[in-house]
C-alpha cells in the first residue's frame, strides 16, 4: 500500500531545536542579509528590481525561521519611515504559510488550560481547524447549553519559541549597535522592546477578549456592526472563546452579488466604521486585512481577531472639524498641530522637515478629493523624503498608514470606482455642531470657501516658486550651503575609513562563526563561513589600500 510521505517540519517546530542552533541560524540568516546589502551598496547595484529580489529571498527567510520573524516582517512592513518600498510591497504580502498543528494538539492545550476533558466542555468539537495562522488556530464547536462556538488556541510551544527568540534577537541588536554604526540611528533597542511587548500581547488571548469587548460597547449603538461575544468561562490566556459569527469575506465581491448585498454601502459602512474608531473612539483594528472582517447576507459588517489594537488621543467633535476645514484650506500648522496633539507625530525641536512633509501632501491634493491611489503614485516620492528627513514616524501612524491603503484596497476589490471622500459623508454629516460652535464653524467655512475661490484665479508656475522661495527666506528655511572642497575630501577619507571598519567587523564575525561551526561539530557551514571571512578580508585589504592611496593624494594635492 503506497503511504503518502508526511512533510518534514520546519526547524523551529522540532523537539530537538537547540537554543544555539537557532542562535545560528539567526545570527547567518542576519550575517548574509548584511552581506548582500553592502556587496549591493559597494558594487552600486541598487536598481528596484535587484531590491525587490533581495526583498523576497528576505520573505522566503523569514517564513523559515517561523513565528516571530513572520511576525517581525508583517510589522516591519508598516514601517515605510525604515524600510525601502521594496521591502515594504514584499513584506506587505507575508501571509502566514505556517502548516496547521493537529486537532489532537489543540485539544491538549484546551483541556491543560481548562481542566476538563474537551466534551465536558464542549458538546461537539471539530478537530478540523476553521482557519490556522501563525500563532493559533481557529476551531468549530457548541456549548452544552446549545450555543454555537469558534475556540481559538494558542499553538503549543509559540511562547517558549518567543522566550528563545527574545534572547537571540537581543544579542543580535547589541551586537548591531556595538559593530555597526549606521544601525545606531534607527534606534534598534527601542524598536525590539516595542515589538516583543506587542507580540507577547498577541498571545495572550485575555487581553484579546477584553479588547473585543471594548470594541463591542463601542459600536453598542450601530446595529450593522457585529463583534463576536466572549465566552469568559471557556476563555484563558491560551484559549479564546467567542460566539460563532460566519459571513462573506469582505473582499468576494462575487459572492455578495450573487447574495443581492450592495457593495457601495459596504464600503460605506467600512469606512465610516474606521473613521470613527480612529477619530472618535481612539481605539482601532491596526491590521483590517480582509480576514479580520466578513459581511452578513444582509450587508453589515463582522470583526473578528482584536489581538492588534492601537490606541490614539481621540480628539473631540469640534477639533474634528477645525481639522477638516484645515485640510481642504491647506492649513499645515493646524493639521500639524492636531496629529502632534493625536499622538500621531512626534513633537521634535525642529518642526519644518515635518510640515514641509505635510504641506507636501496637502499640496498634492490642491485639486482633487483625496484619492489613496495617489498616494501610490506619490509613493516613491514620499520615501525618499522619509529618508532624508531626520525623523521617525511613532508606530500609531504607520498602524493608520498601512490601515488605510489595506481599506482601500479592500473598497477597490469591491468596486474599483469608489471614492474616499464621498464614502465618508455619512460620518460627515454624523459630525452634529454644539450651538456655541456655529459662529466659529462658519467663520472656518468661509475662510474654505475663500481659499477654493482663490484657486480659480492661481498665479503662474513662476509665480507660485518665487513665492515659496520668499516665504521660506523670511521662515529662515532656505539654507545655503558652502563646502568647501577639503572638507569634501576629509568626509571622503572618514568614509572610506568605516567601511574598512565595518569590513573588519564582518571578517572578524565570520572567522569567529567558522570557528563555533567548527567546534558544534558543522565542518560544511564552517567551510562556508570561512570562505566568507577569506572574501571579507580582501575586500577590507582592498579598501585599506584605497585608503592609504586617498590620504597620500590628498597631501599631494594640499601641497
Ligand atoms: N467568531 C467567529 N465566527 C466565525 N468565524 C470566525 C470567528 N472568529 C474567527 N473566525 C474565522 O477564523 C479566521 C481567523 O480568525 P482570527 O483572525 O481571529 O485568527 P488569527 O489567529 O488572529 O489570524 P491572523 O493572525 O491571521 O489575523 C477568520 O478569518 C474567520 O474566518
Redesign the pocket.
Known amino acids: 500500500m503506497l503511504t503518502k510521505a508526511t512533510p518534514k517540519p520546519p526547524r523551529w517546530q522540532r523537539s530537538n531545536y537547540s537554543p544555539l542552533t537557532r542562535q545560528i541560524d539567526v545570527f547567518s540568516a542576519a550575517a548574509k542579509l548584511l552581506c548582500d546589502l553592502l556587496c549591493d551598496k559597494t558594487l552600486g547595484q541598487d536598481s528596484p528590481s535587484h531590491r525587490n529580489s533581495r526583498a523576497q529571498w528576505l520573505v522566503e527567510k523569514l517564513l523559515d525561521l517561523g513565528p516571530t520573524f513572520i511576525k517581525i516582517g508583517q510589522s516591519l512592513s508598516t514601517r515605510a519611515d525604515l524600510i525601502p518600498l521594496e521591502y515594504v510591497q514584499a513584506l506587505s504580502q507575508l501571509q502566514?504559510r505556517v502548516p496547521p498543528f493537529s486537532g489532537q494538539d489543540a485539544i491538549a492545550v484546551i483541556e491543560s488550560e481548562l481542566g476538563n476533558s474537551i466534551y465536558a466542555l464542549y458538546r461537539d468539537f471539530n478537530p478540523q481547524p476553521?482557519?490556522s495562522?501563525?500563532?493559533?488556530?481557529?476551531h468549530k464547536a457548541r456549548l452544552h447549553t446549545g450555543e454555537d462556538v469558534?475556540v481559538?488556541v494558542q499553538r503549543p510551544g509559540i511562547e517558549k519559541l518567543f522566550n528563545l527568540d527574545f534572547e537571540v534577537l537581543h544579542r543580535l541588536v547589541r551586537f548591531a549597535n556595538r559593530y555597526l554604526p549606521g544601525f545606531k540611528k534607527y534606534d534598534m533597542e527601542a524598536i525590539y522592546q516595542e515589538f516583543f511587548e506587542l507580540l507577547y500581547q498577541e498571545i495572550d488571548y485575555i487581553h484579546e477578549g477584553k479588547n473585543a469587548d471594548r470594541f463591542r460597547e463601542n459600536f453598542d449603538k450601530y446595529p450593522r456592526i457585529f463583534v463576536?461575544k466572549v465566552y469568559w468561562k471557556y476563555t484563558t490566556r491560551k484559549v479564546l472563546t467567542?460566539?460563532?459569527?460566519?459571513g462573506i469575506k469582505i473582499d468576494d465581491r462575487e459572492t455578495m452579488e450573487t447574495c443581492g448585498i450592495n457593495t457601495n454601502e459596504v464600503i460605506q459602512l467600512g469606512i465610516c466604521c474606521y473613521l470613527k474608531q480612529l477619530l472618535e473612539d481612539g481605539f482601532f483594528q491596526s491590521?483590517p486585512?480582509p480576514?479580520?472582517m466578513?459581511v452578513t447576507q444582509d450587508g453589515s459588517i463582522i470583526f473578528?481577531?482584536f489581538?492588534t489594537m492601537a490606541e490614539v488621543k481621540s480628539i473631540a467633535k469640534d477639533q474634528m472639524i477645525k481639522t477638516f476645514f484645515a485640510i481642504l484650506r491647506k492649513d499645515t500648522d493646524e493639521v500639524v498641530n492636531t496629529l502632534t496633539y493625536m499622538g500621531l507625530i512626534e513633537p521634535v525641536s525642529d518642526m519644518k522637515p515635518v510640515k514641509r512633509l505635510v504641506a507636501f501632501i496637502l499640496d498634492k491634493f490642491r485639486d482633487k478629493p483625496i484619492d489613496i491611489k495617489e498616494f501610490e503614485k506619490l509613493g516613491s516620492e514620499i520615501y525618499l523624503m522619509f529618508e532624508q528627513q531626520p525623523f521617525r514616524l511613532p508606530p500609531q501612524m504607520t498602524f493608520i498608514l498601512k490601515s488605510l491603503t489595506t481599506l482601500d484596497g479592500i473598497a477597490r476589490a469591491l468596486n474599483p470606482e469608489y471614492n474616499l471622500l464621498a464614502a465618508s459623508q455619512p460620518f460627515v454629516k454624523s459630525l452634529t455642531v454644539s450651538k456655541g460652535q456655529g459662529k466659529a464653524i462658519r467663520e472656518l467655512a468661509r475662510q474654505a470657501g475663500e481659499f477654493i475661490k482663490q484657486k480659480w484665479q492661481q498665479p503662474s508656475g513662476t509665480e507660485i516658486i518665487l513665492r515659496r522661495l520668499e516665504s521660506r527666506i523670511e521662515e529662515g528655511e532656505l539654507e545655503i550651503r558652502v563646502r568647501s572642497l577639503g572638507s569634501d575630501r576629509t568626509l571622503k577619507r572618514i568614509h572610506l575609513a568605516i567601511k574598512s571598519l565595518i569590513y573588519a567587523c564582518l571578517t572578524g564575525f565570520t572567522l569567529l562563526a567558522g570557528t563555533v561551526l567548527l567546534l558544534s561539530p558543522q565542518t560544511k557551514w564552517a567551510i562556508v563561513a570561512f570562505s566568507f571571512s577569506g572574501f571579507w578580508f580582501f575586500i577590507l585589504l582592498y579598501s585599506l589600500i584605497q585608503l592609504g592611496i586617498k590620504e597620500r593624494l590628498d597631501k599631494f594635492i594640499d601641497k
Open positions: 502566514d476553521l482557519a495562522a501563525s500563532l493559533g488556530q481557529v469558534v481559538k463576536p467567542l460566539e460563532y459569527l460566519p491590521d486585512h480576514g479580520n466578513a473578528y481577531d489581538g
